[in-house]
């Protein structure tokens, strides 16, 4: 497997995500699999949360309340939280 990193611009709230692929990804051959951090899906989306209001959560209960599904990173082997979220566009 080859993996690839594509720079793009600073990716901001409210921005098309399917603009920034067509805009950075002009041929993608074929059977290749594209991967998009969940950050940048949640960041067009415009689902962030304030600095300020963040200090009043926990980082792991906010991500609790947007997953469908989660393993506490206490029974994960690396101590990290995986989750499965649904996205719609």
Same mark, same amino acid.
């Given at each position: 497997? !080859? *993996? ?5 611009? @600073? &990716?901001? %709230? ?10 950075? /990804? ?13 950050? !940048? *899906? ?5 689902? @962030? &949360?304030? %600095? ?10 906010? /991500? ?26």
């Amino acid at each position: 497997m !080859i *993996v690839t990193p594509i720079k793009t611009n @600073l &990716i901001k %709230k409210d921005d098309n995500l399917f603009g920034v692929i067509s805009k950075n /990804i002009k041929n993608l051959p074929e059977r290749s699999v594209l991967a998009i951090a969940a950050k !940048i *899906v949640s960041i067009c989306q415009g689902r @962030l &949360i304030e %600095k300020k209001k963040a200090k009043n959560l926990e980082k792991n209960e906010l /991500i609790k309340r947007e997953a469908d599904y989660y393993i506490d990173p206490a029974k994960s082997k690396y101590g990290v939280m995986c989750t499965k979220i649904s996205f719609s566009f």
